[in-house]
Every structure is written in structure tokens, then in C-alpha cells.
């Protein structure tokens, strides 16, 4: 799922490309792992929660490495 959003998003940027796939990535992996690991959906707004920071923080620190990368020194 998360390739199948990327790939025709790529071209129209590499953040909303990333953002997308990663959303639609993040709560079927949620879903299918709670599902198939607990039987049980019940844990899934934590899930989301925490996948959700930990893909804002990825963004943000690819962000700022790539401004400080385009920055002349």
C-alpha cells in the first residue's frame, strides 16, 4: 500500500509523496498487525498516535538536514 500511494505522488513532490504513502501505510499496517497479532482493534488510536509522531519527527530531521545540506558553508 505505502509504494502503491508513493510512486504516482513522487513526481509531485518528495514530502507529499512521503506523507501519503506513509499515512495510508501506517494505518494499514495498524490495522493488519492488531488484527492478526491480538484480534483486537483496540489498541489502534495509540498505534496511530505513535506511528504519527514518529513520522513527524522523520520529516522534520530530513527537513533540517536538508536545508543545512543546501546551505553554503
Request: proline share 6%; no cysteine; net charge negative.
Given at each position: 500500500m505505502d509504494f502503491a500511494v508513493?510512486?504516482?505522488?513522487?513526481?509531485r513532490g518528495l514530502l507529499l509523496a512521503m506523507l501519503a504513502s506513509n499515512?495510508?501505510?501506517?494505518?494499514?499496517?495498524?490495522?493488519?498487525?492488531l488484527q492478526l497479532a491480538f484480534?483486537?482493534?483496540?489498541?489502534?488510536?495509540?498505534?496511530i498516535l505513535g506511528k504519527t509522531?514518529?513520522?513527524l519527527a522523520a520529516v522534520t530531521t530530513l527537513t533540517l538536514l536538508r536545508?543545512?545540506?543546501r546551505t553554503p558553508a
Open positions: 508513493y510512486e504516482p505522488l513522487r513526481q499515512a495510508v501505510g501506517l494505518l494499514v499496517d495498524s490495522l493488519l498487525f484480534d483486537s482493534l483496540d489498541y489502534l488510536p495509540g498505534q509522531w514518529m513520522t536545508r543545512t545540506k
